[in-house]
């Protein structure tokens, strides 16, 4: 081996001991775009600051999260995982509790802070229309309901979540203030009248290429991603009526080997400057309170905290308790 080879192969060797050290932390998301936005804004920084390495790591799992902390050998430090999750995790003993002398909770919104976990960001279940492609575009909950009004393919998220069973339940004429819990006969029921015509998404980039291609040129879309595809030139319109949200959440798993350098990540991604910065990326909303003073007011207008007066929040913790009683019951109906 030649001496300039033998130095490539030791200093690799080096760089790969120094991605796995003890002392480095694990942050895990579900890839894509998002998380390059939270590697650049929230973990780059923090490693900037604090000199602890963030070693990237994903998609989330949550068999996996469980797998780890039965046996005791956790590997991930901080979580992005959706919020009803985070409820339920955290009541179910698998997750650390936060260290609020460390992450200044007063500055975060309420709705999504516990005892286990803090807001990652939130978003909007919206109405989204590629208007090159239809005469008209629905409004409503109801008229994304209304075959007849509005024909043709109409896209939906395909997993058990927040956000379907209430824009269906929405559709069919119940209050917002009256959703929980859930009428799950009433939903399915309702859903059943434009079930031929669904074609269901599974991730962001998949729901944006039904709508671009006018595949399904109306649908149900997180927020961030009409505004994402809006900026690639597509002819996108965005409906807030009754906007549904919910949010991701960050934890730690129990029994983490870098507790404190978890806290401190978590403290710095939830700050002003780092919730904005990534609000700024990627059309959602951020969950630090002091955030939307640092970011362009025009931008703030496409983000889901200014759709307050029309804005109908996703119960969390009832979703948290009924998360696996749903999930059976969807999975069933989708198959038949």
Same mark, same amino acid.
């Given at each position: 081996?030649?001496k300039?080879?033998?130095?490539a192969t030791?200093?690799?060797a080096?760089?790969?001991?120094?991605?796995?050290?003890?002392?480095?932390?694990?942050?895990?998301?579900?890839?894509?775009?998002t998380?390059?936005?939270?590697?650049?804004?929230?973990?780059?920084?923090?490693?900037?600051?604090s000199?602890?390495?963030?070693?990237?790591?994903?998609?989330?799992?949550?068999?996996?999260?469980?797998?780890?902390?039965?046996?005791?050998?956790?590997?991930?430090?901080?979580?992005?995982?959706?919020?009803?999750?985070?409820?339920?995790?955290?009541?179910?003993?698998?997750?650390?509790?936060?260290d609020?002398?460390v992450?200044d909770?007063?500055?975060?919104?309420?709705?999504?802070?516990?005892?286990?976990?803090v807001?990652?960001?939130?978003?909007?279940?919206?109405?989204?229309?590629?208007?090159?492609?239809?005469?008209?575009?629905?409004?409503?909950?109801?008229?994304?309901?209304?075959?007849?009004?509005?024909?043709?393919?109409?896209?939906?998220?395909?997993?058990?979540?927040?956000?379907?069973?209430?824009?269906?339940?929405?559709?069919?004429?119940?209050?917002?203030?009256?959703?929980?819990?859930?009428?799950?006969?009433?939903?399915?029921?309702?859903?059943?009248?434009?079930?031929?015509?669904?074609?269901w998404?599974?991730?962001?980039?998949?729901?944006?290429?039904?709508?671009?291609?006018?595949?399904? +040129?109306?649908?149900?879309?997180?927020?961030?991603?009409?505004?994402?595809?809006?900026?690639?030139g597509?002819?996108?319109?965005?409906?807030?009526?009754?906007?549904?949200?919910?949010?991701?959440?960050?934890?730690?798993?129990?029994?983490?080997?870098?507790?404190?350098?978890a806290?401190?990540?978590?403290?710095?991604?939830t700050s002003d400057?780092?919730?904005?910065?990534?609000?700024?990326?990627?059309?959602?909303? +951020?969950?630090?309170?002091?955030?939307?003073?640092?970011m362009?007011?025009?931008?703030?207008?496409?983000?889901?905290?200014?759709?307050?007066?029309?804005?109908?929040?996703a119960?969390?913790?009832?979703?948290?308790?009924?998360?696996?009683?749903?999930?059976?019951?969807?999975?069933?109906?989708?198959?038949?």
């Open positions: 081996m030649n300039t080879l033998a130095i030791l200093a690799a080096l760089s790969l001991a120094t991605a796995v050290r003890a002392e480095d932390m694990v942050f895990t998301s579900w890839g894509g775009t998380q390059d936005a939270q590697k650049t804004y929230w973990a780059d920084g923090f490693t900037e600051a000199k602890v390495n963030v070693v990237q790591d994903g998609p989330t799992d949550y068999g996996k999260i469980k797998a780890m902390v039965e046996a005791g050998n956790v590997t991930w430090d901080v979580v992005d995982v959706e919020g009803d999750y985070a409820v339920q995790a955290g009541k179910a003993g698998l997750l650390e509790k936060l609020f002398s992450i909770k007063s500055k975060l919104d309420p709705r999504f802070v516990t005892d286990y976990s807001g990652s960001f939130y978003y909007s279940f919206v109405i989204g229309c590629n208007k090159d492609a239809v005469a008209a575009c629905p409004k409503t909950w109801a008229d994304l309901f209304d075959t007849a009004k509005f024909p043709g393919k109409r896209s939906f998220y395909k997993w058990s979540a927040p956000g379907v069973i209430e824009a269906a339940l929405l559709a069919d004429g119940v209050a917002a203030d009256m959703l929980y819990p859930l009428d799950l006969d009433r939903a399915f029921k309702k859903l059943d009248t434009i079930k031929a015509d669904i074609i998404w599974d991730g962001g980039a998949a729901s944006q290429q039904l709508l671009a291609s006018a595949e399904a +040129p109306f649908g149900s879309f997180w927020n961030g991603r009409l505004t994402a595809l809006a900026a690639t597509v002819n996108v319109e965005t409906s807030w009526e009754q906007n549904i949200t919910a949010a991701d959440a960050l934890v730690v798993p129990k029994g983490t080997k870098n507790l404190k350098a806290m401190q990540f978590i403290a710095h991604a400057a780092a919730q904005a910065s990534f609000a700024t990326e990627t059309g959602y909303a +951020p969950i630090n309170l002091d955030a939307s003073a640092l362009d007011p025009k931008l703030r207008e496409t983000l889901p905290d200014m759709q307050a007066a029309s804005q109908v929040n119960d969390m913790t009832y979703w948290a308790e009924n998360r696996d009683a749903i999930g059976e019951r969807w999975y069933a109906w989708q198959a038949k």
